[in-house]
Structure formats: C-alpha cells, structure tokens
C-alpha cells in the first residue's frame, strides 16, 4: 500500500511510525514543516536512509512563518497546504494520514485526496476550531465568537468529508460523533506514544548535565513550545519558590516568542535560578530529561478541551515523576493521577502547583516511584510493533 503520512510538527512519534510502516513493506512518503519548532526534531532524512520504502519531504515558505499574525499566517498556512497537496498528488497514495495540521492547509489536503481518490483520514491531535475560538476570546470576545465560528464549519465540514478519523482520547468522541454522526467503524481511538528506542532512561549524571552543571543541583526541567495555550507566568513562580534554595534551579527548553519572553521577565525580577536553553538536538533529548528531577508541564484552564501535552509521554520514558498544572479532567491529568506518575495542580494556581513541586522536592522516595511507574508505564503501552498493528488495521478499513 502507498500510504502518505503527513505530520505539519514533524514530531518523533509520527516518524517513528513512518518507519514501522515502511518496514512492513508499505511504500510511504512522510511529509513535514520545515516552518514549525517542534521538540524532539531531529535528522528524519538520516532516519530514512536504510528503509527504501520511506521517503521523506520537507515542505518550506518562501518566507520566515508569521506565527502572530493572524492574517498573513492563514495565507501562509493555505500556501503550506498546496504546496504538501502537490507533493502528496505527486506520490499518487492510496491513502494520505493527516495530523497536527493548521485547518486551512487541511483543506487542500483533503482536496487532493478527493481529486486522486486516496483515502483520507484526519489524525486528530486538538479541537483546533475549539482552541482558536478560546485563545482568540482573550484578546476580543468578538473576534473569537467570529473567527472561531469560521474555523468551527472548516473543521466540521472536514470531520464529515474524511474517509476515517483518528483520535487521541475517548475526550473528542462526543466532538466527532456530534459533527459526523455515530459511525463508529470510521471512527477511532489511539492514543498518543513516544519512541522509547530514542528515549531510554538515563543517569542524572550524563554529558548534558556535566556541561550544564547540573549533575549535583535540583532541576525541574519545562521542555516544549511556550505557546499561547500555556501559562509561562507558573515557572516564574515556581523559581520565586525556590529562590532561596541553592541548589535548585528551573529549566526551561524551548523557543519562539513565549521562551523569549520568559526570559525577559526572568531577567527582570532577578530570577536568576530559572535558566533557558534551545531545543536541543534529538540525540541529546534524552539526556537533557534525565538531567531532570522532576519534569513539568503547564497547560490554560480552558485548554484542557481541545488539547492533550502529549510531551507528557515523552517525560515518562525518561523515568522521572511529572508535575502538572493542568486541568484534572485532562486525559493526561486522569492517566498520571491513576498511574501515580506524579502531581497534579489545578491549571492556572500558581500556589497549589509550587506546593506539589515542594512536596516532590522534599520526597526522594516517592520521586523515586513515581519515575518507576512512569518508564513502566512508557514500556508497557509505547511498543511500536503493537502501535503499528492498530494503525495498519485502521487504515485496512477504509480502503
């Protein structure tokens, strides 16, 4: 079978299964942005070289991405979509898999599904109508109500028109059986993994925290993009938290404009135990979350409805326990309070999620746990040999 899959944030998990796919001698065509800053990005050309049946393509702007812009990015981002379309239309599939894509360059995607007749099936990673509409009301209630209700008919039209749609959590059934009704066959779960061959769990004491002088200091280590569904403003109170303790610090990798500005209010208040880097590159992401302690993440309050941190799933690989500000009706809340992967504060409180990080800090032995269960966890559920049965099932059903 020729099967494109397509994965707009290039993340690691996708080309992993890029690859599980080639190897079970389907020819597949993975396709990514070269325009977006995802984590864990790292040398796919490089990863496709002993797997002739994969082929890898880079789709690039001629221009730098205007991310803030809302005008000039949709242009941007439909511009994206023809040109992906025309590489895809080129490979003449069977079957084209879509995930993480901005909504407008969805459109064409679709669109040269049905004009080659492949396949389609929408991989469905956020709400991104429902994530628009919400982040878009902060600024201006009108402009949300307006521009969310535009992107609300975009996505459920595509919803409807997919051959087959993939979700990541039982959350968005009631979303997706509201717009394409109850049809259930074409409709299904799978949930999100990390590649646990590019993540084993290593020592603190490594090469990255030798260089960084971490190997001896507390690290609670943030790793992934600051973007507007995040609240920055909670590791700044978790380093005022610490402020007094020596041999604490708070990481922070990323970049973009969210990591810039972090940066500049760290600077300002003199908080000079919270400490930025780049992404760094894949080899040495597993080393940078094992330099770790504890691993975060933040996610807004009304984000929790569109959006599942799936860089959560990475963290438990590193086996380290995890401390979430986050929504506990989040899937990922629900899975790492079931598990006890690790604490969970309310999203948005700022004083509840410095105490979780207190408690964390003072309990070495349920730190110690918490990290067990997690890699236990990654171990369990992350085997990509079962991940690609699922998928190849799936895909058998809508051909």
């Known amino acids: 079978m020729r099967i494109a899959l397509h994965d707009y944030g290039g993340y690691a998990f996708t080309v992993q299964l890029a690859r599980e796919l080639a190897r079970r001698k389907h020819q597949v065509l993975y396709l990514y942005s070269a325009s977006t ?7 796919y050309h490089a990863a496709a070289q002993d797997l002739p049946q994969l082929e890898i393509c880079t789709i690039s702007l001629d221009k730098p991405f205007e991310k803030y812009n809302l ?5 941007q981002e439909a511009e994206y979509g023809r040109r992906a379309a025309e590489a895809i239309a080129a490979f ?27 396949r389609f099936i929408f991989w469905v990673q956020d709400l991104i109508s429902v994530a628009t509409r919400q982040i878009l009301s902060k600024r201006s209630p009108w402009l949300g109500k307006v521009v969310g209700a535009v992107y609300s008919r975009v996505e459920r039209r595509l919803i409807q028109e997919s051959d087959g749609i993939l979700v990541i959590a039982d959350d968005f059934l009631p979303t997706i059986h509201r717009w394409r009704g109850q049809d259930s066959q074409s409709v299904r779960v799978i949930p999100n993994w990390a590649p646990l061959e590019d993540f084993p769990a290593l020592p603190k004491r490594n090469p990255w925290s030798i260089e960084n002088d ?4 507390f690290l609670f280590l943030y790793s992934g993009i600051l973007g507007l569904k995040h609240n920055p403003e909670l590791l700044l109170a978790l ?15 990323s970049a973009g404009a969210g990591a810039q500005q972090l940066q500049t209010e760290a600077l300002r208040r003199g908080a000079n135990n919270l400490v930025t880097w780049d992404f760094q590159p894949i080899q040495r992401v597993k080393e940078t979350l094992a330099s770790a302690d504890v691993l975060t993440a933040i996610l807004n309050p009304d984000a929790a409805s569109f959006s599942v941190p799936s860089k959560v799933l990475t963290y438990f690989c590193a086996g380290r326990p995890v401390l979430l500000s986050i929504s506990p009706q989040n899937a990922i809340a629900r899975l790492v309070s079931q598990e006890k992967l690790g604490l969970i504060a309310p999203a948005g409180d700022a004083p509840a999620y410095c105490t979780a990080a207190r ?8 730190r110690s746990e918490m990290g067990q269960n997690a890699r236990q966890y990654a171990e369990k559920h992350f085997n990509i040999q079962a991940i690609g049965d699922s998928f ?3 895909i058998g059903t809508t051909v």
């Open 71 to 75: 005008i000039q990015r949709r242009f």
């Open 392 to 394: 190849e099932d799936f």
């Open 214 to 217: 971490l190997q001896d200091k």
């Open 359 to 366: 408690t964390l800090f003072h309990a070495p032995e349920l």
């Open 239 to 253: 380093a005022g938290e610490f402020s007094s303790e020596r041999d604490v610090q708070v990481g922070v990798i």
């Open 37 to 43: 800053q995802a984590v864990q990005r790292g040398d």
């Open 92 to 118: 003449r599939p069977g079957v084209i898999l879509s995930a993480n894509t901005p909504l407008d360059a969805q459109v064409h995607i679709l669109k040269i599904a049905k004009r080659t007749r492949a």
